[in-house]
């Protein structure tokens, strides 16, 4: 199965900086998805990026852009132009083509200062 | 409803209880997910349901926690003779269908806390 890990409990931003958040994951398997979901306080998960491994484009949404580097098995989340409501737990994620276990890391703790 | 709704939000139990907790996935949503979120970590994948079935029990901790589903629709997760170590909170989700292009929702979660 896969493991996912994120090496960083806490990150801390100032408002309109730039901040990058790690996500490294390993799997034998070379069809998967890769996800980042963002938890504030409410509890609910909410989908932020998603990349397909065999693109090799790097995924990008507004404010949040990712790092995909495949064979390092590496996928970093850049969150530019930081605000106050991007505060929250985020959770890098993999889930392979042929189960339905998604595998979620620790979470990263991120506090935006004003 | 709009999104997917848990009850209850937050539950209180005594050692050695049973509970019951509800997950409302959107509606036409036929694929739906189990996770436990214990504090600090991050999600573990419990059980999913396509349908009614539920084709991997696997991720199950023991064989005090089972889950249904029925008509499609509302699914029960029940935990049995509740232990300390069962505290975290509970998340369920909806897809359109299982498989990884459909992307999972998620509920608030039910918070459990066991005395």
């Known amino acids: 199965a896969q493991t996912v890990t994120q090496s960083q409990p806490e990150m801390s931003v100032q408002e309109a900086e730039t901040v990058t958040l790690s996500c490294t994951y390993d799997t034998s398997e070379s069809d998967y998805y890769l996800f980042w979901y963002k938890q504030p306080p409410s509890r609910q998960m909410i989908l932020v990026i998603r990349q397909e491994a065999y693109k090799q484009q790097n995924a990008t949404e507004n404010r949040f852009s990712v790092n995909f580097q495949k064979a390092a098995k590496s996928f970093s989340l850049k969150i530019s132009d930081s605000q106050l409501g991007d505060a929250a737990m985020y959770f890098c994620?993999?889930?392979?083509?042929?189960?339905?276990?998604?595998?979620f890391g620790a979470g990263t703790r991120l506090t935006v200062k004003p | 409803g709009a999104g997917v709704s848990q009850s209850p939000s937050n539950k209180v139990t005594e050692k050695g209880k049973d509970v019951e907790l509800r997950c409302d996935p959107i509606?036409?949503?036929?694929?739906l997910y189990w996770y436990r979120q214990s504090l600090g970590q991050g999600l573990e994948f419990l059980i999913y349901?396509?349908?009614?079935?539920?084709?991997?029990k696997s991720g199950l901790p023991s064989d005090r926690f089972s889950a249904e589903r029925t008509g499609g629709s509302v699914s029960t997760l029940t935990i049995q003779r509740t232990q300390q170590e069962d505290s975290a909170v509970y998340l369920c989700?909806?897809?359109?269908?299982?498989?990884?292009?459909?992307?999972?929702?998620f509920g608030p979660g039910t918070r459990l806390t066991v005395l």
């Open positions: 509606s036409g949503h036929t694929a």
């Open positions: 349901f396509q349908g009614n079935s539920a084709p991997d």
């Open positions: 989700a909806s897809s359109l269908g299982t498989g990884v292009r459909n992307e999972q929702f």
């Open positions: 994620a993999c889930h392979l083509y042929n189960n339905n276990d998604m595998r």
